[in-house]
């Protein structure tokens, strides 16, 4: 019995390694001078940058992209599909409630602010300063623009 136990032990042990080797190859590490910056998808206006981290927006499943825009940014009113969870890297944003872009009504989010939203939730954003923030969330991304007219690709 003690041997079939020490055998049992074994196993378990070996299989465990297993999955951490093959979590291993799977992790991602992402230094500040490994983030390149690319054109901002052409659902946002024109102007911002995006990192992607982890994973691919454009697909199901989890990915997390950096959001960097110029100072006098915007974003009209507008929902996504999933699950919004949002951490300021630099800058500040300004971040509003609702179907109208009622700025009185933004809170301003300094770096190292947090914020989460549920699919669905209308918002808007406006940025007074260069700003960075890291966007987690389920693929494919998307945007609806509660104006069909704020859409930048509307306008192209």
Known sequence: MRIASLVAVGWIGFCGI????????????VTPDDVKWT???????AGAETAVL????????????RLKVPSGYAV????????EVVTVISGTIKLGMGEAAD??????????SFFALP?????????????????????????KYVNPADDPQKSQ
């Open 18 to 29: 297993a999955s951490f080797a093959s979590a291993e190859d799977a992790h991602t590490l």
């Open 76 to 83: 009209a009113p507008h929902t996504h599909p999933a699950d």
């Open 119 to 143: 699919p669905g939730m209308a918002h808007f954003a406006y940025f007074d300063e260069e700003t960075v923030v890291q966007i987690t969330t389920n693929g494919p991304w998307g945007i």
């Open 39 to 45: 054109p901002a998808p052409k659902m946002l206006p």
């Open 103 to 112: 700025r009185s009504a933004a809170k301003a989010l300094p770096a190292g």
């Open 54 to 65: 982890f994973g691919d927006p454009t697909k199901e499943g989890l990915f997390a992209l």
